[in-house]
Nanobody, 124 residues
Framework: QVQLVESGGGLVQTGDSLRLSCAAS????????MVWFRQAPGKGREFVSA????????YYADSIKGRFTISRDNVKNTVYLQMNSLKPEDTAVYYC?????????????????WGQGTQVTVSS
């Protein structure tokens, strides 16, 4: 069992940065790939980024590539999403998720555990 709690969201302006954190509880955190999704109003849940259990491989959606960086600390049981050069189209609820599968992209059906989400709003 893994429980996930996100933090770090907020209201920022175009071009600003935010760092999201996802704290995990559970002894098996290090065996899961960690994934960030986002969901904008009226849209489906969209893959953003993923990192393998070892941290040696990371994956990004094209829409955020070069602006966002995912990382994890298996000692602190925490995964991070550093978001730079934010745009209004990045506005969404951001969800942390854990998957037992190793993939370069994820759909929600590959996820075992979800966090509650954290709101990111980017004003123009």
């Amino acid at each position: 069992q893994v429980q996930l709690v996100e933090s770090g969201g907020g209201l920022v302006q175009t071009g600003d940065s935010l760092r999201l954190s996802c704290a995990a509880s559970g002894r098996t955190f290090s065996s899961y790939a960690m994934v960030w999704f986002r969901q904008a109003p009226g849209k489906g849940r969209e893959f953003v980024s993923a990192i393998r259990w070892s941290g040696d491989s990371t994956y990004y959606a094209d829409s955020i590539k070069g602006r966002f960086t995912i990382s994890r600390d298996n000692v602190k049981n925490t995964v991070y999403l550093q978001m730079n050069s934010l745009k209004p189209e990045d506005t969404a609820v951001y969800y942390c998720a854990a998957s037992p599968y190793s993939r370069s992209t994820y759909s929600p059906r590959l996820i075992d555990y979800w966090g509650q989400g954290t709101q990111v709003t980017v004003s123009s």
